[in-house]
C-alpha cells in the first residue's frame, strides 16, 4: 500500500473510531475466507460492519479519539467490528465466536468506555434497539387496547339487561 493509500485508511478508520456507537476488537487467525464472508454477511445484516485493520494504522487513526483507550489491543491478526447500535457489533461478534472458537474477542469501546471480553459478552446478551422498540410499543399499545375494552364492557351489559327485560315483559 502506497503512501496515500495509508493516509486514506488512517483517515477512514479515524471517522469509524470518532462516530461509531461501538467498536470491538477481535483476533481472526485460522478463520477461512468463507467464514470471513460470512461473519461480514452477519454483521451486515445486522446493520454493522466488520474491518481488518493493520494495527499500526488503526493504532495512528485511534489518536484523538474518545476510543483511544483500546489502542494497546492491536497486536497480532485483528479486526474490529462497529455500529451506531451499541448491541448490534457485539451481538453478532459474540454469536460468531461462540460457533467458532478462531474467532477471539479482544475487548471493545464504547464510548469513552474501555469494554473487556466479558463487557463485550455482556453487551451482546442485551436486547438490540429493534428488539427494545418492539417492547416499548407493545407495552404502550397493550393498555390502550385494554382500556377500549373496558369502556365498551358496559355498553355491552346494559344492551344484555334491556333484552332480558324486553323477553320478560314478553314472556309475562
Request: hydrophobic share 50%; net charge positive; glycine share 10%.
Amino acid at each position: 500500500m502506497d503512501r496515500a493509500g495509508k493516509e486514506k485508511l488512517v483517515t477512514a478508520l479515524n471517522g469509524v473510531f470518532s462516530t461509531a456507537g461501538v467498536i470491538v476488537v477481535t483476533h481472526y487467525k485460522g478463520l477461512t475466507v468463507s467464514e470471513m464472508t460470512e461473519l461480514r454477511v452477519r454483521m451486515a445484516q445486522a446493520g454493522a460492519s466488520f474491518k481488518v485493520a493493520k494495527n499500526r494504522l488503526a493504532r495512528r487513526a485511534l489518536e484523538g479519539t474518545d476510543a483511544v483507550g483500546i489502542a494497546d489491543l492491536f497486536t497480532g491478526p485483528t479486526a474490529i467490528a462497529y455500529s451506531q447500535d451499541p448491541v448490534a457489533a457485539p451481538k453478532v461478534v459474540a454469536g460468531f465466536a461462540k460457533d467458532n472458537e478462531k474467532l477471539v474477542i479482544l475487548g471493545g469501546t464504547m464510548g469513552q468506555s474501555v469494554l473487556d471480553p466479558g463487557a463485550v459478552k455482556a453487551l451482546a446478551a442485551l436486547p438490540s434497539l429493534d428488539e427494545l422498540r418492539a417492547t416499548l410499543v407493545a407495552m404502550i399499545s397493550t393498555p390502550a387496547t385494554r382500556i377500549a375494552g373496558v369502556l365498551q364492557a358496559p355498553a355491552g351489559q346494559l344492551a344484555r339487561v334491556v333484552g332480558a327485560y324486553s323477553t320478560k315483559d314478553e314472556a309475562a
